[in-house]
């Protein structure tokens, strides 16, 4: 699986952005899929994750309320849409795909990464 991010950019505080990360291959559908975000000089850190079906979301708490991940199976993407958004939110966002079962927040469960997305939340 190929997968690459998109929608990242320059926003003001209390703004939104939508990240779209389209996947390549047929087996998408199969595949649970994660949003994480990594700040200059911080760690790589979970954001969101969605079962295979959709079924199932998962947010970091820092995030709740205001992000909402979502997927068309048929389009092969899945989006992470970003309300309310703050300057804490500033991170490169990458896209991740694995398969199914466990916590799905950690990094090291992903199999497949995308190349990142910037986002830049201005004050």
């Known amino acids: 699986v190929q997968l690459q991010a998109s929608g990242g950019g320059l926003v003001q505080a209390g703004g939104s952005l939508r990240l779209s990360c389209a996947a390549s291959?047929?087996?998408?559908?199969?595949?649970?899929m994660g949003w994480f975000r990594q700040a200059p000089g911080k760690e790589r850190e979970f954001v969101s994750a969605?079962?295979?079906?959709?079924?199932?979301?998962y947010y970091a708490d820092s995030v709740k309320g205001r992000f909402t991940i979502s997927r068309h199976n048929a389009k092969n993407t899945v989006y992470l849409q970003m309300n309310s958004l703050k300057p804490e939110d500033t991170a490169v966002y990458y896209c991740?795909?694995?398969?199914?079962?466990?916590?799905?927040?950690?990094?090291?469960?992903?199999?497949?990464w995308g190349q990142g997305t910037l986002v830049t939340v201005s004050s």
């Open positions: 991740a795909a694995t398969g199914p079962g466990g916590s799905y927040h950690y990094s090291y469960e992903y199999d497949y």
């Open positions: 969605i079962t295979w079906n959709g079924g199932k979301t």
């Open positions: 291959g047929r087996t998408f559908s199969t595949y649970a």
